[in-house]
C-alpha cells in the first residue's frame, strides 16, 4: 500500500485556475498508475485524469483540454492542473495510486467553482 496526501483544492472563480497535488509516501515510478476522482454527494464517484506506468494519459471527457495531469518522480508527486474551471467541476477530488493489484486513496480535497 502506500499513503497518500491531496493539497491544493479551494475556492475559484469560474475560469480560474487550480493545481492539485498527491504526496505518495513511496516512489511513484513503481506504480502501477495514479490518478484522479472526484465526487458530488449522490453521485458515484468518477474518474477525472490518469496517468500510467509508462506515462500514458487518459481524461474524462467533460475535462479534457482544461485540465493536464502529470507527475514528478523525484518528489513522488501527481499533479492535476485545472484551467477554465466551471461550477460543474465542484466536487471532492480523490487521488488514488494502484500498486501489486491494491488501490489506494487519498483523503480528498474539496474543489469549489463559484458562478
Known amino acids: 500500500q502506500v499513503q497518500l496526501v491531496e493539497s491544493g483544492g479551494g475556492l475559484v472563480q469560474a475560469g480560474g485556475s487550480l493545481r492539485l497535488s498527491c504526496a505518495a509516501s513511496?516512489?511513484?515510478?513503481?506504480?502501477?498508475?495514479m490518478g484522479w476522482h472526484r465526487q458530488v454527494p449522490g453521485k458515484q464517484r468518477e474518474l477525472v485524469a490518469r496517468?500510467?506506468?509508462?506515462?500514458?494519459?487518459n481524461y474524462a471527457d467533460s475535462v479534457k483540454g482544461r485540465f493536464t495531469i502529470s507527475r514528478d518522480n523525484s518528489k513522488n508527486t501527481v499533479y492535476l492542473q485545472m484551467n477554465s474551471l466551471k461550477p460543474e467541476d465542484s466536487a471532492v477530488y480523490y487521488c488514488?495510486?494502484?500498486?501489486?493489484?491494491?488501490?489506494?486513496w487519498g483523503q480528498g480535497t474539496q474543489v469549489t467553482v463559484s458562478s
Open positions: 488514488y495510486a494502484d500498486v501489486d493489484g491494491i488501490r489506494s
Open positions: 496517468i500510467i506506468g509508462g506515462g500514458s494519459t
Open positions: 513511496r516512489s511513484i515510478f513503481v506504480l502501477n498508475g
